[in-house]
């Protein structure tokens, strides 16, 4: 049972436009959730997070918004920038389940 | 400057020998967790730990067992190697409480089992 997913394993976007990375989740006892970003031959780190209490958390270039009632998630990035090419994780808590990851691609 | 620490980047092992990854973290956190990292599986957890002597099962720990003498190591041990453990290892650490704490990780060991 995978309590959090992302559908979308790649997503190739333009330099400077916006890019969406979206997940959705099943358990709703969730009380945050997390984003890390993971360069090649390198671990995660931590991008972003959100409060469960919350819709949006912003921090810089990078916004997340939760909708509770769809059970959904995505990360905003403006404007994309070639060092934000990594594969990008959602987690949730306690145990910090994670998504499979979507690869991002900023094309020039 | 936090710190986790995995004792290898690169391990290769031979099918049916005990294998110790060890993980090290200076920041004092209270837990501990140790994942695999797999093309289009993502990132499992396998076991995780809250305090020293402390441990609990994650998501995929047939094969796999830890231990945590110390609060600032934990160590995944694979009783009996298999081919398909052959995979990115990951740990992290983080402080516990009931605010939101971000885990770090370490920069993983890459192990191969022949």
């Known amino acids: 049972d995978q309590q959090v997913k992302q559908n979308s394993p790649s997503l190739s976007v333009q330099e400077g436009r916006i890019s969406i990375l979206n997940c959705d989740y099943t358990n709703s006892m969730f009380d945050y959730f997390l984003w890390y970003k993971k360069y090649p031959a390198e671990g995660p780190t931590f991008l972003i997070s959100i409060s469960s209490i919350k819709d949006k958390n912003e921090d810089g270039r990078f916004t997340v918004f939760l909708n509770k009632s769809a059970k959904h998630l995505s990360l905003h990035i403006v404007p994309s920038q070639p060092g934000d090419s990594a594969v990008y994780f959602c987690?949730?808590?306690?145990?910090?389940?994670f998504g499979k990851g979507t690869r991002l691609h900023i094309l020039p | 400057d936090v710190k986790v620490t995995q004792s290898s980047r690169y391990l290769v092992k031979r099918t049916g020998e005990k294998v110790f990854l060890e993980c090290v973290q200076d920041?004092?956190?209270?837990?501990m967790f140790w994942y695999r990292q797999d093309p289009g599986l993502g990132l499992r957890l396998i076991y995780f730990s809250y305090d020293v002597k402390m441990k609990e099962k994650g998501d995929i720990p047939e094969g796999y067992s830890v231990s945590r003498e110390k609060k600032e190591r934990f160590s995944l041990i694979l009783e009996s190697a298999s081919t398909n453990q052959t995979s990115m290892y990951l740990c992290a650490s983080r402080s516990s409480g009931p605010a939101l704490s971000e885990q770090f990780f370490g920069p993983g060991t890459r192990l191969t089992v022949l």
């Open positions: 987690a949730g808590d306690d145990k910090i389940i």
């Open positions: 920041m004092d956190h209270e837990n």
